[in-house]
């Protein structure tokens, strides 16, 4: 019979790995008789399985997050008239967005959050986000967008800027 000491839970930082507790709570469940080593098979399986679609899942996540960080940058760079590189140097050195913006700071605040817009009315086309949701967050687009772009430290383009992390709408 399984006890809780027999069973042991592994951990990430396990030298056997994270699959380690799994594959091993399932031996002994087949050893034990309580389930069959089909039965252990298909469970395996599945947890498997779950992984290799939360890893894809995760992947894509991250290449949208990039994807809307580079669309970004280069939206800022290109309504500011000025290089990517630079603006991430300035901003790295203490400069906020909207200062770098300088006279186009309205023009850079309606860009962004033309952009939100767009990007928040393709999730709803997508099915990802409903009506109700849009309108409310479209209704802070505009504070949002104004107060990172008026955030020190890189918080527009920055690699953990808060305009360029990507579809946090």
Known sequence: ALTA?????ASAHDAAGKGAAK????????????????QADAISKKFDDFKAT???NKAANQAARD?????????????LGIDA????SRLVAGETLA????????????ALVAFETKEI??????????AAQATAKKADLTAHVTAAINAVGGKGMGPKGGMGKGPRH
């Open 121 to 130: 009315d393709a999730r709803v086309t997508a099915g990802t986000l409903t």
């Open 23 to 38: 594959t091993t709570i399932l031996s002994e469940l087949v050893k034990a008789g309580t389930i069959t080593q089909a």
């Open 85 to 88: 590189a630079t603006i991430k």
């Open 54 to 56: 939360m890893d894809a």
């Open 5 to 9: 000491g027999s069973v042991g839970v």
């Open 99 to 110: 200062a770098i913006a300088g006279t186009k700071k309205d023009v850079l605040i309606a």
């Open 67 to 79: 994807a809307h960080h580079a669309a970004v940058e280069a939206l800022v760079a290109s309504t």
